[in-house]
T-cell receptor
């Protein structure tokens, strides 16, 4: 089955700096890659996603890049703010009858004021 | 539009008991998936329901089961609870299984189950 590895497990940055979280996946049939943000006591919140026919997608301060050949994708957060502090999860799915999400292990992002 | 709701939010049970958790998807969403989140195993897929039928199942024992009703609301049941079943159980809803937006899954706040 699919395996998703996520690095780093913890990341501390100064407010205003950029943060990058990287994930690799094993199944070349995966074609959908969402990123979720989970705050304490809450469920994961979808923040951005990318499909395998796109190399990059941006939404304000958040961007995701995908390299299908290398089977890795990354989340980029620019101009970080204290409210960006949370656990971030990457995930992958194949769609169709195998739509379940396989998650990475999570990255605890701390933005220091 | 209201998000995914899950009840109860917290639950304490003892070993051997059974438990039923409930999920109401976003209005208009017809697919419901369940995930288990633990510190050791992370987020793991349990099963997916669409049109009252289980469409997909993760690698969990038969003690874990679910169902979906005609209004798309879903329940999951865990029988003969074990200590290791202590986890946050998350429900996610999707618009459909095909067509525009079929991939996006939106999560509820979860039900925190503690097994003593």
């Amino acid at each position: 089955g699919e395996n998703v590895e996520q690095h780093p497990s913890t990341l501390s940055v100064q407010e205003g700096d950029s943060a990058v979280i990287k994930c690799t996946y094993s199944d070349s049939a995966s074609n959908y890659f969402p990123w979720y943000k989970q705050e304490l006591g809450k469920g994961p919140q979808l923040i951005i996603d990318i499909r395998s026919n796109v190399g990059e997608k941006k939404d304000q301060r958040i961007a995701v890049t995908l390299n299908k050949t290398a089977k890795h994708f990354s989340l980029h957060i620019t101009e970080t703010q204290p409210e960006d502090s949370a656990v971030y999860f990457c995930a992958a799915s194949k769609g169709g009858s195998a739509r379940q999400l396989t998650f990475g292990s999570g990255t605890q992002l701390t933005v220091l004021p | 539009k209201a998000g995914v709701t899950q009840t109860p939010r917290y639950l304490i049970k003892t070993r051997g008991q059974q438990v039923t958790l409930s999920c109401s998807p976003i209005s208009g969403h017809r697919s419901v998936s369940w995930y288990q989140q633990t510190p050791g195993q992370g987020l793991q897929f349990l099963f997916e329901y669409f049109s009252e039928t289980q469409r997909n199942k993760g690698n969990f024992p038969g003690r874990f089961s679910g169902r979906q009703f005609s209004n798309s609301r879903s329940e999951m049941n865990v029988s003969t609870l074990e200590l290791g079943d202590s986890a946050l159980y998350l429900c996610a809803s999707s618009l459909s299984r095909t067509g525009v937006g079929y991939n996006e899954q939106f999560f509820g706040p979860g039900t925190r189950l503690t097994v003593l």
